[in-house]
């Protein structure tokens, strides 16, 4: 805080520090802000001043096309997808706090890193393997691949929740009769839902906002809504990727809230 | 606590019910027909003219798609067997090429039955005529005091200061380079098979390197024409007519224009080939090529449909007698042997 | 413990101990077997899909697939003595093999990796190729083109003949094999992946470094301010990171275009009376990245500045210290790790960028991942494909590695 004693290079300093964070603030959020308005201007450009008030692009966006078959693709392939990582990454997060053995760190390494490989050799490989195994051009395919791509947040959101978890409950409820089953239905997994649900959600971001991967594996039929989004900002950036883009925003912003829901009621994350 | 050990038996049930839908999906691929076009307003103009009445009276399912002409997708495609493409929209040079190499089922014209009815051009081995379209330079006449009238004065940044568009590729850029550079147009392809052809074209296009903004998509010029990002752009004549349409002053200059066919081709391997061939006949029908037309002005393949156009529509064709003088047919032949080397060339050059 | 005092006997201690040291490896084992799903999963779907692909920067099987037989006779050949009969017949059968079975368009792609003009002489060829020689299957190929006859023509087969090759590896460092069969550097026109690597490298190194400059401030304000007025601005932070990649991408599009919304209000404010040239440039495609890169700089650093206790500077300047030198010598070295994970984290995530530059960018901007693309998507060329990615990815192992090594000295869990 600002002291009465500070001499005057120090007040202006201190200013121009906020000054400076406020523009990185407004730089943050300028792109999120710019792009909804324009989602409800009458004319086809995107310009402003804008031109008057009109639904029209929500109208074709919703109505039966590639827009909404797109949407409706993203919807199967991000769900599965979500499910898969939070399966395999849950139970990959108990067992690295369980024990220590051998080859951990390395593991935990191979687990972590399809977040930084980059993403255009993930979808060559991929689309060469998938080829050969016959899962190019299906749902499966994109659902396997998304869930490789969002099982690291899972892993790294539950092992998270699990560093304030006190194993000695699950002794305990080994001791009363209950098996390795029942322990972690009842008393492990309600403990680190918070996480788990936060993991899956990031995970449900990743395959909702994946574009690399799916232009190389999917075919027409499994067009996702990124890859709409792709095309459309390519070919022509029609007021109608801006209402789509509204509404991912505001999906962003419910995804956001849930997350921050939980972290605030587990105990870290 | 309840609660969430409620939430945890639901989240069982969530389980169970995704795991059923996950495998439900890998037995249920749909097969509907995928036609695959260069998308934009052409797209737009198949949908109404072709897809949605296809649908409609054959009761066929469809999927469309696009692309940008990117042959090595489906060579690709069809070398590692997975061919989800049912019908391709192909430029000529492609065409030739892919049939040679196995990448296209040859057509059954017998079985199509259509063969006398499409212009001499139409029928190849294995693609039949889509439409007939042209590569042209086009400007804003709103924004351009001075007309330009050739692709000397695209090269003239003097005279017409600002950025210009060009497709990203070496097919038709070294064909503009060189008429640029004073090469006529009926000699433009015999320049351009020797090696010191290649390199005055590459060195014409240095000049204007620094001022060109590269499209890839068909819908991007008259994109960049209309908000002003480029004074000057090379475009397909039908989305730049389709601009017209919408109110747009946008001017074509056919001299020094090149012009081709697309063709439908059927990728090797395509389980749909019976619809395929369906589609095709409906395509090449009188009456779905003068509705294709009069949505987007590419010329018909049917001769019959271009007499179903109005007057003003045909003066807008690439076909049309006035816009033939001075244009280039397409050299089908050099860029089969060529693309390879001279795209290679290209890119590396684009990439500096 | 009670193990001194009460001495039990030795027997009941050993069966102890094991019991303890069964459990003990049981359950490890058990975590193993926790974990050993999702490894696995990762390793058929992920691993062997990219090593597989990795693969293919050394795969040459082209003309040995497409003339099994030819490509033996090369690779016997000692490439100075004119090739015999044998040859030629071997050739003529099994070009119009490799017709049939579609092999000969991966056949032509390699061979014009050689010599751009073989493709077009080989397919010539086989149009014109009777099926039963006039004379010799030699003299039938020479009259169809009198290349057949030359010594280099057979030469630059039996480049292609061998399995493997270092050609794209060697290629992606703008190097090649001259005649002789030493490595040189291809002539000057043809270089240009030295040139993207040090681009991609050079993009990455500039987004990181304009991240922290911003980054660095903002954390630090977000980790001094009020708990609640800290948690209302982090979402300034947060809604973008949760913000669909495309859709920024799109809005920058808009705002930076030379009708757009940047361009337009600084000519009305009247700073400038041209719009600038901000997109389809390097400055879009910076501006882009460092926009969607930012929050993976601010967060590590705002969770490892929020675990720094204000009281060393505080203390620092009541024992007399300038505030810029306590905050520099005191404050700054302990946020030093926050600043070295989050660094790389940005460089390597920018490392692999591809679809910002793609749509925001003209091609002298685009980096290592386009050219992976380009290869694959545009010119069927996959050792070239291959040998570009694996470049990059030995390059991000690296730096995945000592980020690795930055977050394993922090505290266990960062978030």
């Known amino acids: 805080m600002i002291q009465p004693y500070t001499s005057r290079l120090e007040r202006i300093w201190f200013w121009a520090f906020r000054l400076f964070c406020g523009l990185v603030l407004i730089f943050l959020m300028l792109p999120v802000l710019v792009i909804i308005p324009l989602s409800f201007n009458s004319s086809s450009f995107l310009t402003y001043p804008l031109s008057g008030f009109s639904w029209q692009w929500y109208e074709t966006i919703f109505s039966p096309g590639p827009w909404l078959e797109s949407l409706k693709n993203s919807l199967i392939v991000a769900p599965l997808a979500t499910l898969l990582a939070m399966i395999f990454g849950t139970l990959a997060a108990v067992g690295f706090n369980r024990a220590e053995f051998p080859g951990k760190n390395l593991l935990m390494a191979l687990i972590i890193s399809p977040m930084v490989a980059p993403l255009v050799i993930v979808a060559v490989g991929m689309y060469f393997f998938f080829a050969q195994v016959g899962l190019l051009n299906s749902y499966l395919g994109l659902v396997l691949a998304h869930a490789v791509l969002g099982v690291p947040f899972v892993v790294i959101t539950v092992n998270a929740t699990l560093q304030g978890f006190d194993t000695n409950q699950m002794r305990a409820g080994a001791s009363l009769g209950a098996n390795p089953v029942q322990v972690f239905f009842d008393i492990v997994l309600p403990q680190i839902l918070p996480g788990v649900i936060s993991g899956g959600l990031f995970a449900f971001a990743t395959s909702f906002d994946e574009v690399v991967v799916a232009l190389f594996i999917a075919s027409p039929t499994e067009r996702t809504l990124p890859i709409q989004m792709f095309s459309g900002i390519r070919e022509n950036i029609s007021p109608a990727i801006a209402a789509m883009a509204t509404i991912m925003i505001l999906m962003s912003v419910l995804l956001l809230l849930v997350v921050e829901l939980l972290r605030r009621r587990s105990v870290r994350i | 606590m309840n609660a969430v050990f409620r939430s945890n038996r639901s989240l069982k049930y969530f389980a169970t019910t995704c795991l059923v839908g996950l495998g439900l999906l890998i037995s249920t691929q749909a097969q509907a027909l995928t036609v695959i076009s260069f998308g934009g307003a052409s797209g737009d103009a198949m949908k109404k003219a072709y897809y949605d009445p296809f649908i409609a009276q054959t009761k066929t399912e469809l999927t469309p798609g696009d692309y940008n002409g990117e042959f090595a997708k489906i060579r690709s495609m069809v070398e590692t067997g997975n061919v989800s493409w049912d019908l391709v929209e192909m430029e000529s040079p492609d065409l030739t090429r892919g049939c040679f190499e196995g990448v296209f089922e040859p057509l059954d014209w017998d079985k199509l039955g259509i063969k006398d009815q499409l212009m001499e051009s139409a029928v190849n081995k294995c693609g039949a005529g889509v439409f007939v379209w042209s590569t042209v330079l086009a400007y804003d006449g709103e924004k351009l005091k001075e007309a330009p009238s050739s692709w000397k004065d695209f090269w003239d940044v003097q005279k017409f200061p600002g950025k210009r568009g060009l497709r990203k590729g070496a097919k038709y850029t070294l064909e503009f380079a060189l008429q640029a550079d004073g090469v006529p147009a009926e000699e433009v392809y015999t320049v351009l098979a020797t090696p010191e052809g290649v390199d005055r074209a590459f060195k014409k296009l240095d000049e204007l390197k620094p001022h060109i903004q590269w499209w890839e998509a068909g819908a991007q010029p008259p994109q960049w024409l209309v908000a002003g990002d480029v004074v000057m752009s090379s475009a397909y004549s039908g989305r730049i007519a389709a601009a017209q349409a919408e109110g747009r002053k946008l001017v074509i200059l056919w001299p020094g224009s090149i012009y081709d066919l697309d063709y439908w081709a059927i990728p090797k391997g395509s389980k749909n080939i019976e619809a395929a061939y369906e589609f095709i006949k409906f395509a090449s029908q009188p009456d779905t090529q003068a509705a294709y037309s009069s949505q987007i002005p590419y010329g018909p393949v049917n001769p019959t449909a271009i007499e179903k156009l109005s007057p003003e529509k045909a003066k807008e064709m690439p076909t049309y007698t006035d816009n033939l003088k001075g244009a280039l047919a397409m050299g089908t032949e050099f860029w089969v042997d060529n693309s390879e080397e001279l795209e290679q060339r290209f890119n590396a050059w684009a990439a500096k | ?415």
């Open chain 3, 1 to 415: 413990m009670a193990t001194q005092t009460m001495a039990p006997p030795p027997t009941t201690q050993t069966s102890l101990k094991t019991q303890l040291r069964r459990a003990e490896r049981r359950r490890k084992l058990n975590a193993f077997l926790l974990v050993a799903p999702l490894a696995l999963f990762l390793l058929v779907i992920f691993v062997f899909p990219i090593g597989s692909m990795l693969w293919r920067s050394v795969d040459n099987s082209e003309l040995s697939q497409a003339l099994p037989q030819t490509a033996q006779l090369l690779s016997a050949w000692d490439g100075q003595q004119p090739p015999s009969e044998a040859f030629y017949a071997s050739l003529a059968q099994e070009l119009k093999s490799a017709l049939a079975n579609g092999n000969i368009g991966s056949l032509g792609r390699r061979l014009t990796y050689e010599d751009p003009t073989l493709r077009t002489l080989v397919t010539q060829t086989i149009r014109k190729l009777p099926d039963t020689p006039e004379t010799t299957w030699q003299q039938t190929f020479s009259t169809l083109n009198p290349r057949w006859a030359e010594l280099s023509t057979w030469q630059a087969l039996k480049k292609a003949a061998p399995t493997t090759t270092d050609r794209y590896l060697l290629a992606s460092l703008d190097l090649e094999r001259n005649a002789q069969g030493e490595i040189t550097a291809v002539a000057p026109e043809k270089q240009v992946y030295i040139d993207v690597f040090l681009r991609t490298l050079a993009i990455a190194g500039a987004v990181t470094l304009i991240c922290l400059i911003m980054g660095f401030p903002l954390a630090y304000l977000l980790a001094t301010l009020p708990t609640g007025t800290s948690n209302l601005l982090m979402i300034f932070v947060l809604l973008p990171f949760w913000t669909s990649l495309l859709v920024r991408t799109a809005a920058w599009i808009v705002l930076l275009q030379s009708g757009g919304m940047v361009n337009t209000s600084l000519m009305g404010l009247g700073f400038i009376s041209q719009p600038l040239e901000l997109v389809f440039n390097r400055v879009g495609v910076l501006i882009a990245m460092v926009h969607i890169l930012l929050p993976f700089m601010v967060l590590p650093l705002y969770s490892v500045m929020k675990g720094i206790s204000p009281h060393y500077q505080r203390a620092a300047i009541s024992l007399g210290a300038h505030p810029f030198k306590a905050f520099w010598q005191v404050y700054a070295p302990q946020t030093l790790a926050g600043v070295g994970a989050g660094t790389i984290l940005v460089f390597i995530m920018a490392l692999g960028y591809y679809i910002t530059p793609a749509l925001l960018g003209g091609p002298s901007d685009q980096m290592v991942s386009y050219y992976v693309a380009y290869y694959t998507n545009t010119t069927n060329n996959w050792g070239m494909a291959a040998a570009l990615g694996s470049l990059l990815l030995i390059i991000t192992l690296v730096l995945y590695m000592l980020y690795q090594r930055l977050v394993n000295q922090q505290t266990p869990n960062r978030r």
